[in-house]
T-cell receptor, first 113, second 119 residues
Framework: AQSVTQLGSHVSVSEGALVLLRCNYSSSVPPYLFWYVQYPNQGLQLLLKYTSAATLVKGINGFEAEFKKSETSFHLTKPSAHMSDAAEYFCAVTHTGGFKTIFGAGTRLFVKA | GAVVSQHPSWVICKSGTSVKIECRSLDFQATTMFWYRQFPKQSLMLMATSNEGSKATYEQGVEKDKFLINHASLTLSTLTVTSAHPEDSSFYIC???????????????FGPGTRLTVL
């Protein structure tokens, strides 16, 4: 069975500071991993994805994530937070051929001026 | 990129009525679409997987007679909430899977969601 754990339901950073959102996964087969962002009353927007190519994945809006198999982690980072980054972030996992995507509980990112 | 639309974006209805939500893939054909439900400040919970031309597969605990799903074409899936009650109020999000093979990379594209409020 697959699962995703996001550590920290809320993360608060100052504008310009490093953003680190944590995600650990559990999967018995090689996973595909995703980070999505959701703004209030909107659907999900894909930030980046890991599909068994490069372990360091770069996404939109300056975000990146590194797949670490030994740690079963896929943490999301951004060097410098912007006010517009304030949103809900979801980590998700699926596997090759899988028809189900499992979402983490989400992490709300607050950015302080 | 692939675009998925939902209609309506929000709906308010009286208890006991039925509400239909449409999910369309605008620029690609989707053999598989998914329906999710999201309660306030919570994650997305998969309700059912909809395959074109066949019956939907519902997740455990989801009433199939309550949430009717039809996937009549490769670009349209509908979710009908029958005899809606206030506890059915939620944010419903659909997604469409790009790729038809079991071994293909299965990126999903999400619709903007539909806010259902049952009075």
């Amino acid at each position: 069975a697959q699962s995703v754990t996001q550590l920290g339901s809320h993360v608060s950073v100052s504008e310009g500071a490093l953003v680190l959102l944590r995600c650990n996964y559990s999967s018995s087969v090689p996973p595909y991993l995703f980070w999505y962002v959701q703004y209030p009353n909107q659907g999900l927007q894909l930030l980046l994805k890991y599909t068994s190519a490069a372990t360091l994945v770069k996404g939109i809006n300056g975000f990146e994530a590194e797949f670490k198999k030994s740690e079963t982690s896929f943490h999301l980072t951004k060097p410098s937070a912007h006010m517009s980054d304030a949103a809900e972030y979801f980590c998700a996992v699926t596997h090759t051929g899988g028809f189900k995507t499992i979402f983490g509980a989400g992490t709300r990112l607050f950015v302080k001026a | 990129g692939a675009v998925v639309s939902q209609h309506p974006s929000w709906v308010i209805c009286k208890s006991g009525t039925s509400v239909k939500i449409e999910c369309r893939s605008l620029d690609f054909q989707a053999t598989t679409m998914f329906w999710y439900r999201q309660f306030p400040k919570q994650s997305l919970m998969l309700m059912a997987t909809s395959n074109e031309g066949s019956k939907a597969t519902y997740e455990q605990g989801v009433e199939k007679d309550k949430f009717l799903i039809n996937h009549a074409s490769l670009t349209l899936s509908t979710l009908t909430v029958t005899s809606a009650h206030p506890e059915d109020s939620s944010f419903y999000i659909c997604s469409a899977r790009l790729g038809t093979g079991l071994s293909s990379y299965n990126e999903q594209f999400f619709g903007p969601g539909t806010r259902l409020t049952v009075l």
